[in-house]
């Protein structure tokens, strides 16, 4: 890891002298305060490169935000729900009926967005609903609303309590943090069945004999196919998630720079990703939704922002990314996939799967998004706002994430 | 509560009996008549809504059919609940009259009611559960 960090640096040194414009974070912080800094969204920036070109682009631009909103499993909170009078060791902890990880210390816990409630059917009733989980437990809280907390515990000399049950509201808690492991999957499959018979995913529901296709990014508004070698994202680096602003913390779970790259260096299958966290008592309802996947599972909707600082023109050029020249691979959900075979059945591009249908073979399917490209706009907007009006700085990153340049642009 | 819409045809020869008063006293349902041309010795034809313990509509409905009234279920109407729509497209896969579909300028998903037959595929495809089933009462009275 280390390794190709320094790499990276070395690279991004030598090229460094190439470049024309070479601006520093906080030249471009200086301007945020003065509210001079000009920022626009990733989508406005495509027009923008197109007409000016990478050199002027950089010149003018000094931000570019994105957005994601979108279902995100691997996301959760970590919550203190304070000491009671006696005192408890919790063992078991559930949060309306949903468990949540007991085995921090004795009032912390960390409830994860795919538990489904203790009562659910699951699949018994095929195919299940999923109507209720720790997804909706945290909505629930950023909404408001009260919640019901019930623990268990074997009981010690100094938390003697073995057993508690009461309601909390967000604002109660001395302590809840959104900690999401993997968010903001930079690219991801292209979901269909071949099979006979229709089949319930994460991808949704694929009906059989490729009748749908799924895809599930925000393409060009997309934040890591905006900064595809992570050349500007690093641990530090201050986000809008949820409504509310967070941090990159580290590369996500499965976070796979190697994987095959076009020549603009985008990702042709699901690579890079991100961990985040944040302040749960600043988020929005808005923007942390649960969700309901039938036959699969519960799960939370995150809405997620990276600010691009533009210190050169090799970041203007990379942020000036279009859903034409985007690519991701389809996948057969039915067979292939449950055997661990990732084999692309066709290569599409984001432009191509936007237009509503794409032909495999000699097969017309029809295309529907699982990412809401309206939330993932509105939050580039939102961002774009916060930054423009000086509410909200960009921060340096500490370490970059890992990456590996395999090809370099021509 | 449970609650059903339903088209009720009565053969010429029972239009003379009080079978829907019997619904009320017999099964404890609540009945809402929205239409209604039923003449003695003629068929009959009933547009009700009734509500009451799922159980008891069951039995009420046997009881119906036991005298020989023909009983059919009203199309049901789709709704979109615009509150919590995070207008995502899930449903817009499965929607077979593209009442459902993405705007290609804006990228909204735009639900269009009169192009809905009421087929209920994207109900639980919404990962947010905002698409709705409510009775056609318009519908009905048409």
Known sequence: MEKNVNALKNDRDIQMSHYQISKSLEEINEKIRSGKAVVVTAEEMIGIVRKQGEIRAAQEVDVVTTGTFSPMCSSGAFINFGHSVPGIKASQVWVNGVPAYAGLAAVDIYIGATEPRVDDPLNLKYPGEFLYGGGHVIQDLVAGKTVHLRAEAYGTHCYPRKALDKRVSLSDLPFAQLCNPRNAYQNYNCAVNVTDKTIYTYMGTLRPRMGNANYCTSGQLSPLFNDPYYQTIGVGTRIFLGGGTGYVVAAGTQHNPGVPRTERGLPKRPGGTLMVMGDLKHMSPRWLVGVSLLGYGCSLAVGLGVPIPILNEEIAFRTGVSDEEIVTQVVDYGKDYPRGQGRSLKEVTYAQLKTGMIRIGDKEVKTAPLSSYVRAREIAQILRDWISSGKFLLAQPQELLPSERIETRD | ?142
């Open chain 2, 1 to 142: 509560m449970y609650k059903r819409m339903l088209v009720l045809r009565f053969p010429p020869e029972i239009t003379d009996q009080p079978l829907v008063c019997s619904l009320s006293r017999e099964y404890d349902l609540c009945f809402n008549i929205l239409k209604a041309t039923i003449f003695p010795g003629q068929e009959g034809l009933m547009v009700l809504e009734i509500s009451g313990y799922k159980k008891q509509v069951q039995e009420g409905l046997r009881y119906l059919r036991s005298k020989g009234v023909a009983v059919k279920s009203i199309a049901q109407e789709i709704r979109r609940n615009n509150d919590i729509c995070i207008q995502c497209g899930a449903c817009t896969a499965m929607c077979p009259t593209k009442a459902l579909y993405i705007d290609d300028e804006s990228r909204e998903v735009r639900f269009v009611p009169s192009e809905c037959k009421g087929c209920e595929l994207c109900v639980a495809v919404c990962p947010v559960r905002a698409m709705e089933i409510r009775f056609a009462k318009d519908k009905v009275l048409v």
